[in-house]
């Protein structure tokens, strides 16, 4: 998959969704997307997933006032890359123009910018075929009237709004504006030329160009710092002892088919069998020389229907006894 193709999760939005009260596994689960996600140092979702995502997370809360509570809940202090990085510019128009730069990879949206001597325009293109959840599109153009703010801390007010979707109720999110939201063709955002280069307290150059090459690796790279065999393990770790441990439980607690997942292990030289035995191994070992457990509960840890069957997995693993093992150590 190229990385034009997916787009990078921040793992900002498992704060959010924590200061919001919702839980992320529900979000996952009701988007059909993998529960292992918030442990992944990166996470990059097609644009469907990423919509899905979104869906999941509009569903859990119950709110119809999502798009502003998620504004609200984003903080300066979150360490979000395009936002420290906006945060980081002299002013809005810069700021606009570097999370510009970079949206295209971490949402299918592009974000085009035109500037004048009367003001900034900033539209909302979406990249994918299928259109985008309504209230996804109003949080975008409300996070940049959050982003004015937190930069400047001054209130500021954009001079224009247009969006093809009107909410309701709409007063919540003109108050939130102090400006009146308008029904138009595009989804279209207006600032004051003053306000676009209204200074920035949070500016700061150094810390920009310290930050910038990172920033730059980290958002265009593909998340291929995880294998699927990895993910595999981590999932396998949770569900050993509860005895959830068949390659169907695993596939789906991945949100994926019996097939791919096996296809998947396979590709990166491994199967499905070869990774069970050896994570059951290494628990194994921690349970024998970390602990004082009884043989028979560690083989009831390990998801064995009986002592015996684990004595003799454990003599195929390693071709000693458990507790042979336990006495070396």
């Known amino acids: 998959m190229a990385p034009s193709d ?4 921040d793992t900002t939005w498992w704060m959010v969704l924590r200061d919001l ?7 996952l689960r009701r988007a059909g997307l993998p529960e292992d996600l918030p442990r992944l140092p990166s996470v990059r979702l097609l644009p469907d997933e990423y919509h899905r995502f979104w869906n999941g997370m509009e569903a859990e809360s119950g709110d119809e006032l ?12 979150a360490f979000s890359p395009a936002l420290f990085a906006a ?18 990879l971490i949402a299918p949206m592009r974000l085009q910018v035109s500037e004048g ?38 209130a500021v007010r954009p001079a224009a709004v247009t969006t093809t979707i009107l ?35 949070t500016s700061n150059a150094r810390m920009w160009e310290t930050f910038e090459p990172h920033l730059r690796q980290q958002l265009a790279e593909l998340d291929g710092a995880v294998t699927m065999s990895q993910r595999v393990r981590a999932a396998l770790l949770e569900g050993i002892p509860s005895g ?34 050896g994570t059951r191994e290494a628990l194994a070992h921690h349970y024998l020389m970390k602990t004082a457990l009884p043989l028979a509960e560690i083989a009831f ?19 000693r006894t458990p507790e042979d093992v336990r006495r070396s150590g």
């Not at 109720?169 to 003053?194: M, N, Q, T």
């Open 167 to 201: 909410p309701s109720p709409i007063a919540p999110y003109e108050a939130f504006l102090g400006a009146s939201l308008k029904r138009g063709a595009r989804h279209r955002l207006v600032f004051d030329a003053a306000d676009a280069s209204r200074p920035f307290l």
């Open 244 to 277: 959830r441990i068949s390659i169907e439980a695993i596939a789906g607690k991945l949100a994926m088919s019996k097939r791919t997942l096996q296809r998947r292990i396979e590709s990166e030289g491994a199967s499905y069998q070869q990774l069970l035995a």
């Open 87 to 104: 945060l980081c510019s002299p002013n809005l128009a810069t700021a606009v123009r570097r999370i510009a730069q970079y949206k295209r």
């Open 21 to 27: 009260g919702i839980v992320a596994a529900d979000v």
């Open 66 to 77: 999502l798009p502003l509570r998620v504004c609200e809940a984003i903080r300066s202090e």
């Open 301 to 319: 840890l390990l998801g064995f229907d009986e002592p015996n069957s684990f004595f003799r997995a454990f003599r195929a693993w390693t071709g």
């Open 6 to 9: 997916t787009y990078a999760l």
């Open 117 to 154: 001597h009367d003001g900034m325009t900033l539209e909302l293109l979406w990249t994918c075929a299928s259109r985008p959840p309504d209230s996804l599109v109003l949080m975008e153009l409300l996070f940049f009237v959050s982003l004015a703010r937190m930069g400047t801390r001054e």
